[in-house]
């Protein structure tokens, strides 16, 4: 027995119809999968969205806060001591003279430029997804350091622990803002990192500067307004920040984990070890300024994670 017409005709728009259903279903995983229409990235997101809402409200645990660094008095010039004449004693001048001091040497005032990365692609980690820059700089500065390596499997070992690390009054999204990464690095064996602020740009990349010479250790920058994670392993100055403390840098050494990517905002983003002059980093370099609520140890501040204990890097 044959179908009637209308039985055809129903089994033709039943088809139709689940032929629909698989054709977007292909089309969408098509779409996701090589980002068409940016469909990729917005799946990303809705799945972030999904993965904050299950793991429930951001932790208000406390955290070691933001210190706030305030400009030391400028260095004055080095100076020579005086130099003592011997007084001759009454009876023999030879034995009670007294020894002339050795003048004191004047460090010579010269320009410097320190990079503690020699070999910066063998430490550099591109960011995963466009909001991982926070794991790919912390991994970054334990590959320096020798304590991890720059693998995409450690990136998400790190993005998958940030729960441990995570408050709200760190980042109000939740997940990473810089008192985690100081967690991050000490739980790996980077010890003694610190969240500082500072009044000045100024003032906060000479602070840098010190620390690393100091500490041989690199240090994190909180760029375009803490939205931007930045690695910074070196620097130009007029003069050695340890002795002057009124020396310029003129800028620093970065790796950058959004690197190769273009940004559409902040434009292309430059290869790892590339130097920053003074006009990219007050370009790129900014007062701490979040959209998703205050921060009242942070607000207009230049924030940086600041290594304060030496460690033998492996570079």
Not at 20 to 33: E, K, M, N, R
Not at 156 to 170: A, F, K, P, T
Request: net charge negative; charged share 20%.
């Amino acid at each position: 027995m044959y179908p009637t017409r209308d039985r055809r005709r129903r089994l033709s728009v039943r088809t139709l119809a689940l032929l629909a259903v698989v054709g977007g279903a292909l089309v969408a995983t098509f779409a996701v999968s090589t980002d068409a229409f940016g469909a990729g990235h917005l799946f990303e997101r809705a799945i972030d969205r999904l993965d904050r809402f299950i793991a429930g409200p951001v932790p208000d645990r406390p955290t070691d806060g933001t210190i706030l660094v305030t400009a030391p008095p400028l260095t004055p010039a080095p100076t020579i001591a005086p130099t003592v004449a011997p007084t001759p004693g009454p009876s023999t001048e030879a034995s009670s003279a007294t020894p002339t001091p050795t003048p004191t040497p004047t460090p010579a005032r010269v320009p410097v430029d320190v990079d503690i990365a020699t070999d910066p692609d063998s430490v550099f980690a591109h960011e995963l997804k466009d909001t991982w820059c926070a794991p790919a700089g912390v991994q970054m500065a334990l590959a320096f350091l020798g304590l991890a390596d720059t693998s995409d499997a450690f990136q998400n070992e790190l993005q998958g622990r940030v729960r441990e690390w995570e408050s709200y009054g760190d980042s109000h999204n939740g997940k990473w803002g810089p008192s985690a990464m100081v967690l991050a690095l000490e739980a790996y064996g980077a010890s003694g990192y610190e969240v500082r602020g500072y009044e000045t740009r100024e003032d906060a990349l000479r602070d840098a500067a010190v620390a690393i010479e100091t500490t041989r250790s690199p240090v994190i920058l909180l760029a375009w307004r803490g939205a931007h994670t930045w690695v910074m392993t070196g620097f130009r100055a007029d003069a050695d920040p340890q002795i002057f403390r009124d020396a310029t840098v003129e800028g620093a050494y970065v790796l950058d984990p959004w690197y190769p990517w273009v940004s559409s905002i902040w434009g292309p983003s430059d290869p790892p070890g590339t130097f920053q002059d003074s006009a990219e980093m007050e370009r790129n370099y900014l007062r701490w300024k979040r959209p998703e609520g205050n921060y009242p140890e942070r607000d207009g501040l230049f924030i940086s994670v600041v290594p304060t204990v030496p460690v033998s890097p492996a570079t």
